[in-house]
């Protein structure tokens, strides 16, 4: 990346591994994916092993998990500027329903809202410098396939 940026693999960042009963998943190793050009932090340490994860998670589960992540991120990188998380379709909820304050979903509402994920969606949140509260903000790049990211709030 031009600016120097890293991507830091984060297998906890998965989507829901209660999709996935038989096996976990099988990831590209970073080292690959460095050398075939990817700006990889191949000294990266994920803040939660794969030999962590468990298939058997439940979907308040999936989201502690997620909001974990997302708590250890912002912690690691609190006087860093902006962030970006890239995941996987719910993830987009998973990862900011906590920081908004709210409860996380349960399976049915969380199944529900599935189908609001299309290919490449994004949302963005900020967290205002005197009351340290997050919240949700129209996203710096337009949708590509028509997600709104009000469904998030």
Known sequence: MKNGAQIQIEPSAFEWYGWYKSSMPVWLKPNFLKRSGFSINIDHKPL????????DETVGEYYSRCHRLADAI??????????????????????????LGKSPRNSQDMHNILSSFT??????????????????????IPPINGFDWKVLQ
Request: charged residues 20%.
């Open 119 to 140: 290919y490449c969606c994004m949302c963005c949140v900020s967290q205002d410098p005197v009351t340290s509260k997050w919240n949700l903000q129209k996203p710096p």
């Open 74 to 99: 912002l912690k690691a990188h609190d006087d860093d500027g902006d962030i970006l998380i890239v995941a996987h379709a719910g993830s987009l909820d998973t990862f900011t329903r906590q920081l």
């Open 48 to 55: 939660v092993g794969v030999k962590d994860l468990n298939l």
